[in-house]
């Protein structure tokens, strides 16, 4: 099954889309635990190989970096003694 998504045409949707995506890609954080619950059975050691965790950290960076981006060039521009060269350096 092969399944192509186009652009969202509005602005919110596309908010709406990236929101429900991060929110999706943080419910997997337990999954990086070394143990995983099995429901009534308790826990058990979690099949995930190192690079489908390295996905999920990534997924978890990537979904930070606007946050991140925000406050540096909100602390350049407010605590810096020259904003201009901090807000190229960050661009």
Do not use: C, M
């Amino acid at each position: 099954v092969q399944l192509f998504e186009a652009y969202p045409a509005r602005y919110s949707a596309d908010v709406k889309r990236r929101h429900r995506w991060i929110r999706g890609d943080w419910q997997l954080l337990p999954w990086l635990l070394p143990w995983s619950r099995t429901g009534l059975q308790g826990q058990a050691q979690s099949g995930l190989s190192a690079l489908s965790r390295w996905k999920i950290v990534d997924n978890l960076r990537r979904s930070l970096e606007p946050a991140a981006l925000l406050s540096a060039l909100l602390w350049g521009w407010l605590a810096s003694a020259s904003p201009l060269l901090w807000t190229l350096a960050l661009l």
